[in-house]
């Protein structure tokens, strides 16, 4: 794990918690992701604002948003085969938890504090930034695409349409592993769709996508 990490571990069982999910007991990995959260999204703030110096806030605000968002974490976790060296518990391993996004996001996010707690700002950058290297590079410099609640905000006041409403219908799974459905509701024109996502926040930007198809296709 740490040749691909590329960061030999002074505390090794820093390495270890990171890797060990809430279902395993603790010591766990969620302190650390909370922490690895803020590091991650310092990180690629940074980096995008040193590589886009004439970016407004909104462009270099979505950029980030793109770069650290669930399913993007866990593609880099999928690189680094993060998922074949989770320690989950009995259900989590049968219900395949090594490959859900959320899981292997928050993982991510652990390893990078992990990191940051045994070598300091500087080494956790010099480790972190290359795993984004490639997905920064394929953003359209200072114009990342708009998130879809964005689009579907901005499409309805250029028609000068009320704004929708996003309202949550739905939640299953277990506390650790929930999934979210959210409806979202447009009075003009009369439309709603659904979406579902491991967090609320997702589950709208879902529903917001779905609307957006529904739009084009009602044109």
Request: hydrophobic share 40%; charged share 25%; proline share 5%.
């Amino acid at each position: 794990m740490e040749d691909r990490l590329r960061h030999r571990f002074a505390r090794p069982e820093l390495l270890a918690q990171a890797l060990t999910h809430r279902s395993a007991g603790a010591p766990h990995n969620e302190r650390l992701e909370f922490l690895g959260d803020g590091v991650v999204n310092l990180l690629v703030a940074e980096a995008l604002y040193q590589r886009w110096p004439k970016a407004d806030e909104g462009a270099l605000t979505r950029a980030r948003a793109e770069l650290v968002r669930e399913a993007a974490l866990a593609t880099i976790a999928r690189e680094l085969q993060l998922g074949e060296r989770l320690t989950l518990g009995p259900g989590e391993m049968k219900s395949g938890g090594h490959r859900r996004d959320s899981i292997l996001a928050d993982a991510l996010e652990a390893v990078v504090a992990a990191i940051y707690l045994d070598a300091g700002f500087e080494a956790c950058r010099a480790v972190v930034l290359p795993w984004f290297e490639a997905s920064m590079a394929a953003l359209p410099v200072g114009k990342p695409e708009k998130d879809a609640k964005t689009r579907l905000q901005e499409w309805l006041q250029a028609r000068q349409k009320p704004l929708p409403s996003y309202d949550l219908v739905g939640e299953s799974g277990e506390e650790h592993a929930k999934l979210f459905q959210v409806r979202c509701s447009t009075p003009e024109p009369p439309l709603s769709a659904e979406g579902e996502g491991s967090s609320r926040r997702n589950a709208e930007q879902a529903a917001a996508a779905a609307m957006m198809e529904l739009l084009s296709q009602s044109k």
